[in-house]
Each structure stands twice: as C-alpha cells, then as structure tokens.
C-alpha cells in the first residue's frame, strides 16, 4: 500500500526567506507524485507534478520540488516566500496511471511580515 | 472554462436531516470524486465515479451516505439522517483521462450539522 507522510504540519517563516515542505513517501510500485495548495475557504489547485523525466520540476510561481527516488521524498521548496503564499499545501501520491489519490496531513505555511 | 461547481458553499441543518450536496465537474472529464476534509482526518475518499459508475465507495462512512451520478455532467453526494459529526468540508473533484490523472477540485460545501 502507499502512504504520505508530511511530518509538518506548520511551518512559519519570514517574507522573503526561503522554505522547504517536506514530503516523503511509501510505494513498492511507481508512483507519480503531486504538491497541491490550498488557499483559505477554497479547494485545492495543482502546483507541480511529477510524472517521470526530469527530477526536478518547477511551478510558475517559482516553487520546485525535487523526486528523490533511493530517499522516498518529494520536498517542495521556494527560495523566497511572499506573503501570497501563506496557505496549507497538501503532497500526494498516485500509483502510476490509476485514479486514487493518497494525500498527506498537509502543511500549514504561514509568512510572516 | 467554470471549471468544477459545487453547491450550496455552505449548508447549515440540524441533526437527522437529509442533505444533498451536488457537483458538475469540468466539461468533457469522465472520471469524477467526493473527497470530505476535516481537521482530525484530512482528506479522505469518499467515492470514485467513472464515466457515470461508481467504481469505489470504500471510503464512504456508512449506510446514511449515498452519491449518484446520473449523467456526465452531474452528480450528488446524500447524507440521510445527518448527524453532527458529519461537519466537514465536502470537495469534488474531476480528472480526464490524461496520464497525467491530475484532478480538478471544486471550492467545496462546508457542511455543519447541529
């Protein structure tokens, strides 16, 4: 079976500095892996994804997020955060081509000014 | 695009009431799924519909809970009696049948029973 683990749940930090989300996950089998975000009272929106190709795959409101493959992980990071960017982001994990979605606990961010 | 509605936003009843919560998903999409969110859960499965059939209820908490999908472009999620601890943000989200299976989610109906 797979499994999320977001072991944040907050995370504060100042405007401009730079943050990482940790996302670390559980699957015999291939996996893609998605960073979803939540801005309050809204549903969720796609920020990055990662299929096969390149490790590294970039948002366009320049948060990346790496595939570590032999470390099961897929951290979200910004070199630095904008006041914007306060909302919960949510990592997950579908086995590759099937529907079901296994989310994380989230991680609250909140920017401080 | 509207991108996926969901209604009401908000639902406020009382125990042992029947509420229904509805959904369109994005145009085109065939694959369709009610998602609850709580503060003690999180994001939990409810249902999994594709081109118009439920293809995994596993996540749905109990007899009182009910969903259909009548046609490609709707579908509803029934709680029938209500009880308060079914408060919760209720998603429903879409996806197409890229490889990708990004789903697309709706803003969500927060439900609260008294």
């Known amino acids: 079976a797979q499994s999320v683990t977001q072991l944040d749940s907050q995370v504060p930090v100042f405007e401009e500095a730079p943050v990482e989300l940790r996302c670390n996950y559980s699957?015999?089998?291939?996996?893609?892996l998605f960073w979803y975000v939540q801005y309050p009272n809204q549903g969720l929106q796609l920020l990055l994804k990662?299929?096969?190709?390149?490790?590294l795959v970039e948002s366009i409101n320049g948060f990346e997020a790496e595939f570590n493959k032999s470390q099961t992980s897929f951290h979200l990071r910004k070199p630095s955060v904008h006041i914007s960017d306060t909302a919960e982001y949510f990592c997950?994990?579908?086995?590759?081509?099937?529907?079901?979605?296994?989310f994380g606990t989230g991680t609250r961010l909140k920017v401080l000014a | 695009d509207a991108g996926v509605i969901q209604s009401p936003r908000h639902e406020v009843t009382e125990m042992g009431q029947e509420v229904t919560l509805r959904c369109k998903p994005i145009?085109?999409?065939?694959?369709l799924f009610w998602y609850r969110q709580t503060m003690m859960r999180g994001l939990e499965l409810l249902i999994y519909?594709?081109?118009?059939?439920?293809?995994?209820d596993s996540g749905m908490p109990e007899d009182r809970f009910s969903a259909k999908m009548p046609n490609a472009s709707f579908s509803t999620l029934k709680i029938q009696p209500s009880e308060p601890r079914d408060s919760a943000v209720y998603f429903c989200?879409?996806?197409?049948?890229?490889?990708?299976?990004?789903?697309?989610f709706g803003p969500g109906t927060r439900l609260t029973v008294l």
């Open positions: 989200a879409s996806s197409g049948e890229e490889v990708s299976n990004e789903q697309f």
């Open positions: 699957s015999s089998v291939s996996v893609y």
């Open positions: 990662y299929l096969s190709g390149s490790t």
């Open positions: 997950a994990v579908s086995i590759s081509g099937t529907y079901k979605y296994i």
């Open positions: 145009s085109g999409h065939n694959s």
């Open positions: 519909f594709n081109n118009n059939v439920p293809i995994d």
